[in-house]
């Protein structure tokens, strides 16, 4: 994705969590300013930078400039890309790699990554010496308008994904929009399915500018880093709202039970679907859903699909290669992703573009007559 | 260490941290109230006990029956004994049982052992699913004085001790004083040094009386259950002061500079020295080096190590088995347990009994210097 966002085009989101609140920074260039900005923050901090194999050889060298040329002594660890590397292997090895940086509990941890590095530093900055100060630099879209936001860290088990993990807050998160311009353009599109979720879940406004303005987000420019600061306000508000994911803070899994399913379904295998895929096809299935709920509009599922099309996402269960499970296999990792109360379930649900609601009482029976529906389709 | 406490002497602490505040119940028979008390707080959880297999042999039964009887469901995790069970081994390995046992976030889990199993069970119960439900049922002395209050969890790596962790507090802590009876009497002394230690940090009273009553809190019954509960009194107040330990929480450390250093000139061989040993000498040479220093007089000194001596405690390096490293060798451990600063240091040291203060100006110099008189003494 090749950016062409002058200077003057920066965001600032505040995340307001009392004690714990902190800025991200938005806009081009932003990774030259991390020295300062973080020498401003955290005086005298050292930093240990997680990063992976990828995203080192592109970009690790301008952030390691910034540091010094701010006195920040910084030792880079670069671990393999993709997702295996939320392991507790790779957990060990990063925190035994920060702790023989002879890093102390004020010093830093600093992210370079997408959502995996993101996801994995944020964790061992949470536990190496019970809490040392966190920050983040996403170059992923998704890492910088969903995962860089929020706080949740964490690693996948044998049993799941994210199972083990602690919320712990960065002091500061720099979203360099420049650096999506290295990003694959499946990866940019994937990280966009979780920019129109934020229109989807309450700013039918952003949704509708989205539509309009889609071309000029892939492009980069002014418009990118609009859509990326109003995707880290919307997170941030939810957040703010609910810290810890005790209620409201569901409405951020939009299209995701029915995303994280067909994940599982195939077999979390990134050439067949990524996460934003899945998404894709998710809130499409979530309006549609709730259509056939007597919720929403059928036109309502239609608008998104549209958009999402446009765009050049999946949108549908078809658009996935090769076979999926049978309907009642897909019902049973939904199942699993949330916990079933007397045959029935926890979804996100919407009354129209902009208008989820969380519902606790969805009838697993619905839900297995519309997957049906789905395949026969 | 035998108890012939009667049922009627009983006490409850409330550990004081808004949100997070929690009661240590503490008296004979709490394990068999656990299944009562935990259904009370936490009505639905089912439960995952970690414990290792020496404590499994001895109280595993009188827990899972008490559960049984309240209709909560438990797991049994069971550990090997000692302190290399505080390990990332150990912490993958228990992650792992509590997801097999598919306990949620609203489940709980049980430690139930000393200090070690403690601190992993805490760390455990704070990274699955970013945090379930924990309940204390410490068994050894230390942990029911010391380990099990103040949220403090963490295993050890390669670089050191409780390297990594997480402040996770618990739900509840029962101590059930009759667990003692089956811990060795070197274990119970050990635990009692830290018991004297909160006389010495700031109540000068419990010392006297601790002088007074040492051999009852030995032989069980309501002098027990007293010394146990101003204990975790004691504690409980620095934390509800500093629950994140940023200032005044360092006044627990009273003794510990000098233990922890003795400890790691030992090779932290049990056989030579346990923790509670090195803190009681490390309390002695704490007083000492005051009165070097001219902040005590040497008679309070004197009055502490006649006291830990009567219980059966080392009080001084040359109570130790086996040679030591030299003085200058001692010295590089204490500099490493704490950062040190143009040449000084950061002590608890004392104005005399029950006036433990924090100085953050010691002279490494006078500390080795008071060294080198001590190995010669
Ligand atoms: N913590 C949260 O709240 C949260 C929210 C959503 C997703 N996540 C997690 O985020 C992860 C997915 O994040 P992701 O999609 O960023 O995956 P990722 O980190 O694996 O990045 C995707 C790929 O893009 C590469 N890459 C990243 N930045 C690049 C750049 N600027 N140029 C070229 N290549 C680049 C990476 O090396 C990787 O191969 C998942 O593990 C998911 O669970 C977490
Ligand atoms: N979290 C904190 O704030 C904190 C504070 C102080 C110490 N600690 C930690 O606590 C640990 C030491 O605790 P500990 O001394 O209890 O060690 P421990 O857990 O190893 O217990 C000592 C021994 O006693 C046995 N034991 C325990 N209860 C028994 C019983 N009722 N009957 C018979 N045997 C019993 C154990 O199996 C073990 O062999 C250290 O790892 C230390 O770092 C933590
Ligand atoms: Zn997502
Ligand atoms: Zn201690």
Redesign the interface.
């Known amino acids: 994705m090749k950016s062409n966002a002058g200077p003057g085009e920066e965001a600032r989101v505040r995340v307001d969590l009392g004690a714990r609140s902190y800025d991200i920074l938005i806009g081009p260039g932003r990774i030259a300013e991390a020295g300062a900005q973080i020498a401003q923050r955290l005086p005298d901090a050292q930093v240990a930078i997680i990063t992976d194999e990828t995203v080192a050889g592109l970009h690790l060298d301008t952030l390691g400039e910034s540091l010094s040329a701010a006195g920040i002594k910084a030792v880079p660890i670069i671990l393999p890309a993709g997702e295996r590397t939320k392991s507790?292997e790779h957990l060990?090895q990063a925190?035994?790699a920060v702790?023989?940086a002879r890093l102390?509990r004020g010093d830093a941890v600093v992210a370079l990554g997408g959502g995996v590095i993101g996801d994995l530093t944020g964790f061992v900055a949470?536990?190496?010496?019970?809490?040392m100060h966190y920050v983040q630099v996403p170059t992923s879209l998704l890492a910088q308008v969903d995962s860089s936001v929020g706080g949740?860290t964490?690693i996948n088990?044998?049993?799941g994904k994210n199972?083990?993990?602690?919320?712990h807050q960065p002091e500061l998160v720099l979203a360099d929009t420049d650096v999506l311009d290295t990003l694959s353009e499946r990866e940019f599109r994937a990280g966009y399915a979780e920019v129109a979720k934020y229109g989807l879940i309450d700013r039918p406004e952003f949704f509708a500018w989205l539509e309009d303005n889609w071309r000029e987000v892939f492009s980069g420019g002014a418009a990118r880093v609009e859509a990326i600061a109003t995707s880290c306000q919307a997170k941030a508000d939810v957040v703010a709202a609910d810290e810890?994911e005790s209620g409201h803070r569901a409405l951020l899994n939009l299209g995701h039970t029915f995303g994280h399913a067909l994940e599982a379904a195939t077999g979390y295998d990134s050439r067949r679907l990524v996460h934003g895929e899945g998404v894709a096809i998710g809130v499409v299935l979530a309006h549609e859903f709730s259509a056939r709920m007597n919720h929403a509009s059928p036109d309502d599922a239609r608008r998104v699909a549209e958009h999402l099309r446009a765009v050049g996402l999946p949108t549908s269960i078809h658009d996935i290669d090769g076979e999926l499970p049978p309907p009642d296999i897909l019902m049973e990792h939904i199942a699993q992703d949330k916990?079933v109360k007397r045959g029935k379930l926890t979804f996100i649900l919407t009354r129209g573009i902009g208008q989820s609601f969380i519902a606790d009482d969805v009838p697993q029976s619905e839900v297995l007559g519309f997957l049906k529906e789905k395949y026969t389709q």
């Open positions: 507790f060990m925190c035994d702790l023989d102390e949470g536990i190496v010496r019970r809490g949740k964490g088990t044998g049993h199972l083990v993990g602690v919320f810890r916990k």
